[in-house]
Every structure is written in structure tokens, then in C-alpha cells.
């Protein structure tokens, strides 16, 4: 019994291998999403105004002649300076005398090239409604106004566009100048061209640094805690690990201690608030907004920044050290300096004890040759100065 032959035909198989050796194509070739790819765009930034002129007495200044103008007063669009100039008799001479009037923009603001779209317009008294001077369609006028002395463009007058003729003839009815006086408008759109700037097509904004806000959290909870400092009989929680980071003076107490809980008690020269100012510096890296450290000069505030001081001395601190030297300076003055140049001598601030003297020249300029002898040492000094720190007496 015969049996249905199952090859295929030539044609099928020639076709079949041809599909086999073309190379498959697609729209979004992979390589596409392999290469990296960035995107720019440019949005025109507009800024628009609208100006009234207010001419009086028409018919007495049309007869000031061909290329005289009056000017509107000058307003203000887009960050640039402008002005109307109408010139009754027009700019220039019309072929055949015919009568006209001329009405332009002029860019006030000097060496400037400035992109604009306008429009000039005259009220028409008996309807309230504008009519544009520029004929057309569109009436806007589209124009580059520059004030550069290198490139300025060739029309008359110069830093200026508009209309140069407009039939004056309508100036004659009423439907415009109405007791010899007229309106003109000019409606201004600046258009500024920001630099485009290359930017990754896909962009995940990454969230901004958290850190102080989370030790800011485990600060205001006591989960977690495993020290407690005694302050005056108040104790304070806080991390092991934030104070040993912190703080080298205690980093290798703590870090050595196989207890689970530290308790550490403060000398009595301590006082609870100082202590808490700087345990919310030592979480939060700035000085709690409630503590007394405001800049005003106040006796109570200075003596809390040295106490302050003394403790992040203590502690090994030496950013908030700085921070105490830096208040302390802002608030000098002729009452604050000498307990100030003796706290800076006594516990060896340089650089607060540098701004002390440069504070008493400024404020004591006869005492300028006994200032710089203080400056360069002991052995140069006045006799009498001593190693209290103090600086000469003003006479």
C-alpha cells in the first residue's frame, strides 16, 4: 500500500533556509537598552507686559515735522527696559507725500540682544475695542532687538522695531483722536532661551542623608539604651556605641566594659543643662535650638558656652570646642573682653585669645605699639601684663 510522502517541496525548503540565514530584526534592537542614553529639552521662559502711551494734543504735534517723535515713559518687561516712540509725521518721508504716522518699540537696556514678540495697537474711542497697526493675520511682530554697538540690526530707527508707515488719514476721524487725544498700547512677550543641559533619560532621585535624624530618634527613645550618665542625681540614657564614637576619652572604657549596662556619674562641677546641650551635640552634630547659646551677649549665655566648653574639653570634643570659641568671639565687645582673653588664656585658645587682641587694637587704636609688643610674646610685653592673660589697660 502506498503511503503520503511527508518531505517537503524545493520552494519550501529554499524559503525556510532563507529564514534561517537572514538575521531576525526588531523595532527596539537590544543594543539600544545597552547603550547609555541621555535626553535635553529647552523651555523658552516668558515674561509678558502691556503698556499704555497717552498722546495729548494730536493735531498740534503733527506738525512738528517728518522724523520727530515723542517717547513714552519708560516700563519695564522681562528684566529689560523699553520704550514707544510715535512720530506724528512719521520716520521718514512716504513716497508721494502722503500723510503717516510711525509708532515703534525700542529697546532701552544697552548692550543687550533681546528676543520678542509685539504688538502696537490704537484705541478705537467709540467701541473701547484695540486695533493692530501691523497688518495681517497675526499682527504680532516677532523681532531680535540688540543694543550691542558690534551687532546692531540695519532698520530705521536704530534699536527699534515696528511700523514705519500707517495711513494718517485715520487720525482724522473720531474713531481714533477723540478731543486731540489718542491711546496707543503695546502688548510685549520677552522670550528668554534657557541653556539646554544633557540628562540621563531615567532618573531615581536618591533620598537625602537621614543619619542625624535617626540618631535624633533613638536620642528622644529609650529603647536600645545601655549607658547612663548621673548628672547632679539626674541620669541621662544613652547608645554605648555613639558615645564611644564620639568621644575618645570614653571610647576605650566603654568599648572595654563586658557589662551590658554603663553607668558613669559626672563630677558635681557638671550641670545637667550643659550636659544635656552637649549630649544633643553628640547625636545631632549642632546645639539643641532651646539651649542658652543665642547670640546675645548676655552674661548668662557666655557662661554657659565655657561651661560648655569645659565639658567637651573634657570629653575630648574638639568640634564642639571650636563651636563654644566661635560663639564666645561673635559676642566680643568692650564688657565681654576681659573675662573673655582670660578664659582664652587659661585654657589655651589661641585663636580665641588672637581675636581678643585684634578686638582690643580696633577698639583701643592708641594702644596699638603695646598691643603688638602683647602679640609677640611674654618677654616683649609692657611689665606689669603678667601670664593672667589680660591686655593693657586703655589710659
Same mark, same amino acid.
Given at each position: 500500500?502506498?503511503?503520503?510522502?511527508?518531505?517537503?517541496?524545493?520552494?519550501?525548503?529554499?524559503?525556510?533556509?532563507?529564514?534561517?540565514?537572514?538575521?531576525?530584526?526588531?523595532?527596539?534592537?537590544?543594543?539600544?537598552?545597552?547603550?547609555?542614553?541621555?535626553?535635553?529639552?529647552?523651555?523658552?521662559?516668558?515674561?509678558?507686559?502691556?503698556?499704555?502711551?497717552?498722546?495729548?494734543?494730536?493735531?498740534?504735534?503733527?506738525?512738528?515735522?517728518?522724523?520727530?517723535?515723542?517717547?513714552?515713559?519708560?516700563?519695564?518687561?522681562?528684566?529689560?527696559?523699553?520704550?514707544?516712540?510715535?512720530?506724528?509725521?512719521?520716520?521718514?518721508?512716504?513716497?508721494?507725500?502722503?500723510?503717516?504716522?510711525?509708532?515703534?518699540?525700542?529697546?532701552?537696556?544697552?548692550?543687550?540682544?533681546?528676543?520678542?514678540?509685539?504688538?502696537?495697537?490704537?484705541?478705537?474711542?467709540?467701541?473701547?475695542?484695540?486695533?493692530?497697526?501691523?497688518?495681517?493675520?497675526?499682527?504680532?511682530?516677532?523681532?531680535?532687538?540688540?543694543?550691542?554697538?558690534?551687532?546692531?540690526?540695519?532698520?530705521?530707527?536704530?534699536?527699534?522695531?515696528?511700523?514705519?508707515?500707517?495711513?494718517?488719514?485715520?487720525?482724522?476721524?473720531?474713531?481714533? #483722536?477723540?478731543?486731540?487725544? !489718542?491711546?496707543?498700547?503695546? /502688548?510685549? =512677550? +520677552?522670550?528668554?532661551?534657557?541653556?539646554?543641559?544633557? &540628562? *540621563?533619560?531615567?532618573?531615581?532621585?536618591?533620598?537625602?542623608?537621614?543619619?542625624?535624624?535617626?540618631?535624633?530618634?533613638?536620642?528622644?527613645?529609650?529603647?536600645?539604651?545601655?549607658?547612663?550618665?548621673?548628672?547632679?542625681?539626674?541620669?541621662?540614657?544613652?547608645?554605648?556605641?555613639?558615645?564611644?564614637?564620639?568621644?575618645? #576619652?570614653?571610647?576605650?572604657? !566603654?568599648?572595654?566594659?563586658? /557589662?551590658? =549596662? +554603663?553607668?558613669?556619674?559626672?563630677?558635681?562641677?557638671? &550641670? *545637667?543643662?550643659?550636659?544635656?546641650?552637649?549630649?544633643?551635640?553628640?547625636?545631632?552634630?549642632?546645639?539643641?535650638?532651646?539651649?542658652?547659646?543665642?547670640?546675645?551677649?548676655?552674661?548668662?549665655?557666655?557662661?554657659?558656652?565655657?561651661?560648655?566648653?569645659i565639658a567637651a574639653q573634657g570629653w575630648g570634643i574638639e568640634r564642639l570646642k571650636e563651636t563654644c570659641e566661635s560663639i564666645l568671639c561673635r559676642n566680643l565687645s568692650k564688657q565681654t573682653l576681659k573675662a573673655t582673653v582670660v578664659f582664652a588664656?587659661?585654657?589655651?585658645?589661641?585663636?580665641?585669645?588672637?581675636?581678643?587682641?585684634?578686638?582690643?587694637?580696633?577698639?583701643?587704636?592708641?594702644?596699638?605699639?603695646?598691643?603688638?609688643?602683647?602679640?609677640?610674646?611674654?618677654?616683649?610685653?609692657?611689665?606689669?601684663?603678667?601670664?593672667?592673660?589680660?591686655?593693657?589697660?586703655?589710659?
Amino acid at each position: 500500500m502506498a503511503t503520503a510522502s511527508s518531505a517537503p517541496s524545493a520552494a519550501a525548503t529554499s524559503s525556510a533556509q532563507s529564514a534561517a540565514a537572514a538575521p531576525r530584526t526588531s523595532s527596539f534592537p537590544a543594543a539600544d537598552y545597552l547603550v547609555p542614553m541621555t535626553r535635553s529639552s529647552c523651555r523658552p521662559e516668558l515674561a509678558e507686559g502691556k503698556h499704555l502711551f497717552h498722546v495729548d494734543g494730536y493735531p498740534f504735534l503733527k506738525c512738528l515735522g517728518v522724523g520727530k517723535f515723542i517717547k513714552s515713559g519708560t516700563f519695564d518687561v522681562g528684566g529689560y527696559s523699553w520704550a514707544v516712540l510715535f512720530y506724528p509725521a512719521g520716520s521718514e518721508a512716504a513716497p508721494g507725500g502722503q500723510h503717516h504716522v510711525s509708532v515703534y518699540l525700542q529697546l532701552m537696556t544697552p548692550n543687550v540682544e533681546v528676543w520678542a514678540s509685539f504688538d502696537l495697537r490704537l484705541l478705537e474711542q467709540s467701541n473701547g475695542q484695540w486695533h493692530s497697526l501691523f497688518r495681517g493675520d497675526k499682527p504680532r511682530q516677532d523681532a531680535v532687538f540688540s543694543t550691542s554697538p558690534t551687532n546692531r540690526p540695519l532698520h530705521h530707527p536704530p534699536r527699534c522695531w515696528g511700523v514705519p508707515f500707517w495711513n494718517g488719514s485715520n487720525l482724522q476721524t473720531p474713531a481714533y #483722536v477723540k478731543n486731540g487725544n !489718542l491711546t496707543i498700547r503695546c /502688548d510685549i =512677550t +520677552v522670550i528668554r532661551l534657557p541653556p539646554s543641559a544633557a &540628562e *540621563p533619560a531615567l532618573r531615581i532621585e536618591a533620598p537625602p542623608p537621614s543619619l542625624s535624624n535617626d540618631l535624633r530618634k533613638d536620642l528622644e527613645e529609650k529603647d536600645a539604651k545601655d549607658v547612663t550618665v548621673r548628672v547632679r542625681g539626674e541620669a541621662f540614657l544613652a547608645h554605648r556605641v555613639v558615645l564611644a564614637a564620639r568621644s575618645p #576619652v570614653l571610647r576605650r572604657k !566603654l568599648l572595654d566594659a563586658t /557589662d551590658e =549596662t +554603663v553607668e558613669i556619674t559626672m563630677d558635681d562641677d557638671m &550641670e *545637667p543643662a550643659v550636659f544635656k546641650a552637649m549630649l544633643h551635640y553628640i547625636y545631632n552634630d549642632e546645639l539643641p535650638p532651646d539651649a542658652k547659646v543665642c547670640d546675645d551677649g548676655g552674661d548668662e549665655t557666655l557662661e554657659f558656652v565655657r561651661r560648655l566648653f569645659i565639658a567637651a574639653q573634657g570629653w575630648g570634643i574638639e568640634r564642639l570646642k571650636e563651636t563654644c570659641e566661635s560663639i564666645l568671639c561673635r559676642n566680643l565687645s568692650k564688657q565681654t573682653l576681659k573675662a573673655t582673653v582670660v578664659f582664652a588664656s587659661r585654657h589655651r585658645c589661641d585663636k580665641l585669645k588672637a581675636a581678643c587682641v585684634e578686638f582690643h587694637a580696633g577698639a583701643y587704636p592708641q594702644l596699638g605699639p603695646v598691643v603688638r609688643n602683647f602679640k609677640r610674646g611674654p618677654e616683649a610685653r609692657e611689665e606689669g601684663a603678667g601670664d593672667s592673660g589680660d591686655l593693657p589697660e586703655r589710659p
